[in-house]
T-cell receptor
Framework: AAGVIQSPRHLIKEKRETATLKCYPI?????VYWYQQGPGQDPQFLIS???????DKGSIPDRFSAQQFSDYHSELNMSSLELGDSALYFC?????????????FGPGTRLTVL | DAKTTQPTSMDCAEGRAANLPCNHS???????VYWYRQIHSQGPQYIIH???NNETNEMASLIITEDRKSSTLILPHATLRDTAVYYC???????????FGSGTRLLVRP
């Protein structure tokens, strides 16, 4: 079965640079979620979108922004990167209008800020 | 903050059942219990969820106490590939953000 796709899988950036992470949800899923997992920590919710509108917001820094496009894929834009932004970033998707609304996670993007 | 309490770590022998407990004493009537696991930095993997009744699927069984204040995830025949961090999450709806606690680190021994 098709899964959530994230790209790139690995990304290395310098401090103060920008980064863009992409998420392609499972086909026919209309909701996307972003989570951040720092080294040795548990995943933390950042932000979610339903039908291209922001549906919830967690502890997402102001330097980060995200959006969901008409094809339901989502992008997380991160500016003025800091060393502390080094983490795994997971995207999950679900279908609020489908049979199940269970969240399914992608493999993640590992961001390293030098 | 997470609404659940889980043991920090557990271990079991390969081929035996692994029983992972979770306390959620403040769960409200419309909240579900979800279980996910994360195998070494991979994306969290959905296992099972339930509201009141016990649930079973191809991966595991979920036993929820009658007062719904605790639950147990059962992996009937643990394998080495089941070694992972298991998260018990209480949520009104999976469409809401998932709040991960510390989880239980399960080690399956050969």
């Amino acid at each position: 079965a098709a899964g959530v796709i994230q790209s790139p899988r690995h990304l290395i950036k310098e401090k103060r640079e920008t980064a863009t992470l992409k998420c392609y949800p499972i086909p026919r899923h209309d909701t996307v979620y972003w989570y951040q997992q720092g080294p040795g920590q548990d995943p933390q919710f950042l932000i979610s979108f339903y039908e291209k509108m922001q549906s919830d917001k967690g502890s997402i820094p102001d330097r980060f922004s995200a959006q969901q496009f008409s094809d339901y894929h989502s992008e997380l834009n991160m500016s003025s990167l800091e060393l502390g932004d080094s983490a795994l970033y997971f995207c999950a998707s679900s279908s609020l209008s489908g049979i199940t609304d269970t969240q399914y996670f992608g493999p993640g993007t590992r961001l390293t800020v030098l | 903050d997470a609404k659940t309490t889980q043991p920090t770590s557990m271990d079991c022998a390969e081929g035996r059942a692994a029983n992972l407990p979770c306390n959620h004493s403040t769960i409200s009537g419309n909240e579900y219990v979800y279980w996910y696991r994360q195998i070494h930095s991979q994306g969290p993997q959905y296992i099972i969820h339930g509201l009141k009744n016990n649930e079973t699927n191809e991966m595991a069984s979920l036993i929820i106490t009658e007062d719904r204040k605790s639950s147990t995830l059962i992996l009937p025949h643990a394998t080495l590939r089941d070694t992972a961090v298991y998260y018990c999450i209480v949520s009104e709806d999976s469409s809401y953000k998932l709040i991960f606690g510390s989880g239980t680190r399960l080690l399956v021994r050969p």
